[in-house]
């Protein structure tokens, strides 16, 4: 982990633990694992701009339907590999490497570059935003905005 840390209020070395963890859980399948051990009840989960149909997802229960019926099952994102974790305050930009299959195109694509920016409030991830663009990513990790 690279530590920039800016502001009150860093996320831990413990904290980081526990999203790899959770990353893992993803890996290994479990999506309601995930979603228990990381995320916050009111979590906010941005995809990309650039996905098709981009949205905003709220609440626990509705970012892991979305995870369980669209990522994992839809286009078979997995497994996941962490390449770097950065803490900008209380964010945490990551560095993904990424494996997905499409399951109606039949598109597969390995080692796809991927950039969660996770907001850490209270020891779970209040908010993750997905970028394609690692400018894009850093800039919203260090101002904590879009």
């Known amino acids: 982990m690279t530590s920039r840390q800016s502001g009150p209020g860093p ?4 904290e980081v633990e526990t999203i790899r963890a959770g990353y893992d859980l993803w890996n290994a399948g479990d999506v309601a694992g995930l979603v228990e051990l990381c995320f916050s009840e009111d979590i906010e989960y941005r995809n990309a701009p650039e996905w ?12 892991g339907r979305f995870l369980r019926d669209e990522v994992a099952e839809f286009i078979e994102l997995r497994p996941v590999q962490i390449v770097r974790a950065d803490v900008f305050a209380n964010e945490l930009l990551l560095e993904l490497r990424v494996h997905t299959h499409g399951s109606m195109s039949g598109l597969d694509l390995q080692q796809v570059r ?9 020891g779970k991830v209040s908010r993750v935003r997905v970028y394609l663009d690692e400018q894009a990513a850093t800039r919203a990790a260090q101002t904590g905005g879009d």
């Open 114 to 122: 991927l950039f969660h920016v996770a907001r850490i409030e209270g």
């Open 11 to 14: 996320v831990t070395e413990r």
């Open 52 to 63: 098709p149909g981009q949205r905003v997802y709220r609440g626990a229960d509705s970012v």
